[in-house]
């Protein structure tokens, strides 16, 4: 029996990235699970193998903080991706006006982010395409990163489809300048961004093209100095900006504690090599000092 003959496919959930999502009931265990077809019609064979094999990694990531990958099979010249089944994502929970977010509800909301950052990056996979809408929540309130490691098999998102310009709200100061090394401190700027938009309620830095993107965030921290960020004039797109100063942190997110703007300047800064690790991150003092995070089944959510 073909794998495909074992999933009842049910309603579509959304128009992704990659293609179609699909919900769907294994029809062996009764789970409800979320199905990805990522079309490689056009694609040359070997890509498909090579994808296959990188898929299979994906595979042996797991962790309570990162979306199961529960197995993938080709189909029709499509890749199907089975997924456990999540009811939301943080961007539902960050849009909805009447969710009232306590400073403990972010702090477990960024825990559990961070959580399934420092997974990953131990084992030397990168995210890349970072956002709200990539965090699932569960029934019982648990986040979960999505999409890990899918940007580096498929190709970054933004060159596949136009429709894909909020992951640049998202995107960190040196793959805006053209970088093509480049590292974990990528997905850190990304959960910073969040982490700001948590707090603010609304996407902080929407820039509306690349070079509008760095301008937002020169005008929010300041342009960086060649002393705070020595390789930035060696990257590839880099162009000169005029000198802009920043706001201080505390202008910028007015609600924030002293432990919670501390934690964001170590994850907004420009230089990669500088910038705090997810790890780093999660016995940064912010989390160990009061309010206590939120249990994640006590969470707030969208009906
Ligand atoms: P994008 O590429 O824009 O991040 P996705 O391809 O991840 O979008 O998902 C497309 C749609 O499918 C979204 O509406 C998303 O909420 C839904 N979705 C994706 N994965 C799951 C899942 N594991 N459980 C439930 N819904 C999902």
Not at 5 to 32: F, H
Not at 64 to 85: A, D, M, T
Not at 236 to 253: A, H, M, N
């Amino acid at each position: 029996r073909k794998a495909a003959d074992r999933y009842l496919k049910r309603e579509v959930l959304g128009e992704g990235t990659y293609g179609v999502v699909y919900k769907a009931i294994d029809t062996k265990s009764g789970q409800v699970v979320a199905i990805k077809k990522i079309r490689l019609g056009k694609q040359k064979e070997g890509v498909n193998f090579t994808a296959l094999r990188e898929i299979k990694l994906l595979k042996e990531l797991k962790d309570p903080s990162v979306i199961e990958l529960i197995e993938c099979f080709p189909h029709k010249g499509n890749l199907h991706l089975v997924f456990e089944f999540m009811e939301t994502d943080l961007e539902a929970v960050i849009r909805d006006r009447n969710i009232f977010l306590s400073p403990a509800d972010i702090k477990s909301y960024i825990q559990m982010t961070l959580k399934g950052l420092a997974f990953c990056h131990k084992k030397w996979v990168l995210h890349r395409d970072m956002k709200p809408n990539n965090l699932l929540i569960g029934p019982d309130g648990q986040l979960k990163l999505a999409d890990f490691g899918l940007a580096r098999i498929f190709g970054s998102p933004d060159r596949r489809f136009t429709h894909q310009v909020f992951a640049r709200w998202y995107r960190a100061p040196e793959l805006l300048f053209g970088a093509k090394q480049y590292g974990p401190g990528v997905d850190v700027w990304a959960a910073a961004c969040i982490f700001a938009e948590l707090l603010l309620r609304r996407p902080f830095l929407q820039g509306n093209s690349d070079i509008d993107q760095l301008g937002k965030i020169f005008a929010a921290f300041g342009t960086p100095k060649p002393s705070q960020w020595h390789d930035m004039v060696y990257l590839p797109d880099y162009v000169e900006y005029q000198c802009v100063p920043g706001q201080p942190f505390k202008t910028l997110f007015p609600t924030a504690t002293d432990d919670c703007l501390d934690l964001l300047s170590k994850m907004f800064t420009y230089d990669p090599k500088a910038r705090i690790s997810a790890q780093q991150a999660l016995e940064h003092r912010y989390f160990s000092s009061g309010p206590p995070p939120t249990e994640p089944a006590l969470l707030p959510r969208p009906p």
